[in-house]
Every structure is written in C-alpha cells, then in structure tokens.
C-alpha cells in the first residue's frame, strides 16, 4: 500500500522533465479524419494507454474486492458506508502491497454520482495523528482531511464529484471537489502500542459518513443508475491480457475527460480505448498482437525506469504520489507508484525512505544479517511519528516471524536499547541477535527482502534532504 521510497524530492523537477519528454508528443497531435492505422502505431497507443490506465485498473481491482464482491474475504462493505478495521495489518493480510501495521484504517468506496458524501469526524486529543486520505480514481491523493492539514478538533467536511455545483452548505466547514466519479477514503488513526486499540476502536466508532441530504435533513435526490461492475482480472493476468483495455474502457465512464487529456483520448479512439467503448472484439488478430505487443512495451518501460531509477533511489515516493497538478500529468510515475504501492501518501503527508540494498550495493537478503545505526539525534525527523517496516520478496508483503514483530516505530522508544553514547543500533536478521539485543531485532525473511521507514507529517529537514537515512550495514561473518 505505502511503498518505498523511490527518488529524492530535490531532484523532482528534473525528473519530471526528463520523464515528462516521453509523452509531450500525445498533447500536440492536431485532431484528424479517421483513416487506418499500421500495427506499429497501434503497439504505441497501446503502450502509452497502458501506462496511463494502469492505476486506475488495479485501482479498481482492489475496490471491487473491498465495495462490490460480497464473497471476497476483504469485502468491507458497500459504497458510501464507512469500514473500521480495529487492528493492524498483519502478513495474513495480502490483498494490498506493502501494508501499513502502524495505524489502524477505516475505508469508505465513494460514489459521488447522485450527491455529495459528508464526513463528520470527532474531536482528536492533539498527540494523536489521523488523517484521512482522499484518492480518486487516477489513484491522485486530491485532498486531506487530519492534524496536519485541518487539526484535531473534528467537524463536517463534503466531499463532491465532479457534477455537482452546490455552494458551501451551512455547518460544513470545507467543501473537497473530486474529478472523477469513483473515489475512496482511507482513515489512518494513530495506535501508540498494543493497549491504546481501545483508544483507537472508541475513535473509529465516531467517524460518521452520511451523504449531504441526510446530514441537512432534506429529501434526497434520485439516485444513480446501479453498476454492474465488471470482474476484475487477476495482478498476474493485468500484466498480459488485451481484457484490461475492456475493463479500462468500463472504468473511464467514471471519469470526466480532463481539459489537460483531450488530444490523448482522442488519440487512444484510434484503437477503440474511450468510455464504454468496446475493445477487444474489434481487434484483428494482426492488431491483437500489436496491443499485446504494446503491454510489453509498457512492462518493460517501467522495469527499465525502476532499474535506472527506483533501484537506484533517485526516484523516490516523495515524487509518485499526489495530485495531478503535481504529478504534471506524468503516467509513467503515476503507473510506478501503483504497481510498486498502490495507496501511498504524498510527500508533506508521509515520505518513505527505503533499503534496497546494503551500504556496499549488494540485494538485501535475510540469509546475511545487517545493523542500521541511528546516531545520537539522528532519528526520523517527524511531526507525528515514524515506522521502520519489513517486507518479503517479491510479494512486498509483512514477514511472520516468531516474535510476531513486523517494525520498529517510535512509540517503542521507551523500550529501545541505547548505545552508550545514546545512539540506537537495530538489528536487521533472520534469527534472533540474542536476548540482551532482541528488543531492537527488526526480523528478516530467510530470502530476499526490502525495509520502508515511514515518517507521517515529515519535518522541514526530511522534505529538503537534510536528514539522511543511515546506511543498513552487512555484518561481516568472522
């Protein structure tokens, strides 16, 4: 869900640009009469549909399972009505990559067609952060309610689709405007340790969602026409079948054209890729294979950008989540930062360090054992707090381990080993470093694996690189 970090904020500009050139020709192609196109220009469409429809499949992927298929194990319940889960993800949880275990969520499905959906939310004592991310579609964060954007002392907040023309009703204190029609809400409320989920479960049950006619008391408009949403294809068949275009076609009926996207869409027609069109029985097996063709390209543009770029920590998730104004309309990250971490916050809410490899380049792998050393005033840099977090390969799941700890966060600090110079030194293996150590024991798969550090409400000295993430250090067998 919240993944790695993947490239430094002071080079975001630069990137972008970089990146950007790849796709500055779809924004200038004059609009022309229909005529046939070659295989070759299909394989092209149909690489840069990809990129760009990606989030939004796999997006829906998970919010059929979570609103729509009340046979899925991680149903949480129709759209518009609000989900707490009062625990932490744990590796029995493998719907979502890379999950969070430091706070426990509360989802909503938004379907904002008829009517706009008012959150009320309680007041919050001011230690504890919450925040409520707003992710549309496109899989944009397009808001945030929380301590760091609208505090603590709770109240009702709107938020609309894109039809919707209403001004600012009375006792709503901010109205949040949403571009596409299919939305979602993810609650994140703080969780100090294993005693304070009371704590947590009495604020979750406060949360309330109510769509704007209830909450002002008046009679509710018609509503929307009922979806028959199609099945979704597997992770594994998303990566190959010409079906995802069929499904993507489904998807963008809930999503306005936006005024930036125009000439792309109209270009993507030239291969049927439009609202409700219908994709793949109009293929010739010729164009068939060129579509096909064009997923691979696809595919291989992003394992080419990770290589050169995610792997390598240039990029990073300070620069792959957020809005479209900030993105720049930039697909390429935009399909990175689904497919590494669907659901992950943007920069001023969360960043996400990460360990690939050791300090000398070389795969982490729980066969090796490692120490991360955090010097004397050198801890994460944050507002609320920060989470150190495991996870297997490839799966980017949470690790079982016999101790049944998936990170180390800073709400353990009271109960962290010092150094003698009041450092803190963690022990990153796959077996226990002993007694006297396995308070600061982050535990390892036995093969390959990655570590995220989370810092929620990131402090000044994070966002602009001043804080450096010290550097996980292979112990040398003797």
């Not at 689709?161 to 979602?184: D, S």
Request: charged share 25%.
């Amino acid at each position: 869900m919240e993944t790695a970090s993947w490239i430094s904020s002071r080079r975001h500009d630069r990137f972008q640009s970089e990146f950007g050139q790849l796709y500055k020709g779809i924004y200038n192609m004059s609009t022309q009469p229909k005529i046939p196109i070659t295989p070759d220009e299909a394989r092209a469409i149909a690489k840069e549909a990809y990129i760009y429809g990606f989030p939004i499949v796999d997006n829906m992927r998970i919010q059929y399972g979570y609103f729509v298929d009340q046979g899925n194990p991680e149903y949480k319940g129709p759209y518009n009505q609000i989900f707490n889960i009062p625990r932490v993800y744990t590796p029995e949880d493998k719907v979502v990559q890379t999950p969070n275990s430091d706070t426990p969520y509360s989802w909503i499905g938004l379907d904002l067609r008829a009517e706009p959906i008012v959150f009320t939310v309680p007041p919050i004592e001011k230690e504890r952060y919450w925040s409520l991310q707003l992710i549309d579609l496109y899989t944009h964060n397009f808001d945030y309610l929380g301590s760091r954007t609208t505090g603590n002392d709770g109240g009702n907040f709107a938020v609309a689709g894109p039809n919707w023309q209403g001004e600012t009703p009375a006792r709503i204190k901010k109205v949040i405007r949403c571009e596409t029609q299919i939305a979602m809400g993810l609650f994140r409320t703080q969780l100090y340790n294993p005693s304070d989920l009371e704590n947590v479960k009495q604020i979750q049950q406060r949360y309330r969602v109510q769509p704007l006619s209830a909450f002002l008391g008046q009679p509710a408009p018609d509503p929307a026409p009922s979806v028959d949403f199609p099945k979704p294809l597997t992770p594994e068949a998303q990566r190959t079948s010409i079906e995802f275009f069929d499904l993507l076609n489904f998807y963008l009926q809930f999503c306005p054209t936006h005024p930036s996207e125009v000439e792309l869409m109209e270009r993507f027609t030239k291969i049927n890729i439009g609202a409700r069109k219908d994709f793949a029985a109009t293929l010739s097996p010729e164009m068939k294979k060129a579509v096909e063709d064009g997923i691979a390209d696809a595919w291989k543009e992003f394992n080419e950008n990770k290589k050169a770029n995610v792997d390598t920590g240039k990029l990073t998730a300070a620069d792959g989540f957020g809005t479209r104004e900030f993105l720049h309309n930039n697909y390429l990250f935009r399909m990175t930062s689904a497919a590494l971490g669907i659901y992950g916050n943007s920069k001023e809410e969360a960043l996400y360090p990460a360990y690939y490899t050791d300090s000398e380049g070389q795969k982490l792998n729980g066969a090796n054992r490692y120490i991360v050393r955090f010097e004397p005033g050198q801890l994460p840099p944050a507002n609320a707090f920060w989470s150190i977090t495991m996870y297997e390969l490839p799966a980017s799941l949470l690790v079982a381990n016999p101790i049944d700890r998936y990170l180390i966060n800073s709400p353990m600090l009271p109960h962290l080993k010092r150094d003698d110079d009041q450092g803190i030194t963690l022990y990153v293996q796959n077996e226990s470093p002993g007694q006297d150590k396995e308070s600061n024991w982050l535990p390892a798969p036995t093969g390959p694996f990655w570590v995220t550090v989370r810092l929620y409400w990131p402090k000044e000295e994070a966002l602009n690189g001043t804080w450096k993430l010290p550097p996980m250090q292979r112990v040398k067998e003797e």
